[in-house]
């Protein structure tokens, strides 16, 4: 399988953010847009950082969070300014595999790449 075949279906492009498909409607709506438009909203880099780790968040909404995490520590690198006290590595890691047909869940909206909710926790959101 090369790359290309391996990555989730767009089905739509929100605000840039490409709307990934085998999710209701009312899902992409309801739960995907505003998560999108929340993630938009927030300028504090560890924020972003925390919620592209966070696996109850849309896989969408948390790969804009990563994209704009490394954003702002290229726009710092550049600048030669103060890079964000974050691990970028770490950040990368925890979106891994939300764009892979390979490694999508069949049970949550994630990847097998995530980690799991711990005993009585419930993040991850059950695919319908």
Do not use: C, F
């Not at 767009?10 to 929340?38: F, N, S």
């Not at 690198?77 to 890079?83: F, I, P, T, V």
């Amino acid at each position: 399988m090369t790359q290309a075949e391996d990555r989730i279906v767009i089905l739509e492009t929100y605000r840039g953010v490409g709307i990934h498909d085998q999710q209701p409607r009312e899902r992409i709506e309801g739960v995907v847009k505003p998560a999108i438009d929340r993630v938009l909203g927030i300028g504090d880099v560890k924020r972003l950082a925390d919620y592209a780790a966070d696996t109850g968040n849309p896989p969408e909404a948390r790969l804009l969070a990563s994209a704009r995490v490394e954003a702002m520590w290229e726009l710092a690198a550049e600048s030669r300014e103060l890079r964000p006290d974050i691990d970028l590595a770490v950040v990368k890691a925890s979106v891994a595999g939300l764009q892979s047909m390979r490694w999508r869940s069949s049970q949550y909206y994630g990847s097998l790449l995530d980690r799991r909710d711990g005993p009585g926790q419930r993040r991850q959101v059950p695919r319908t």
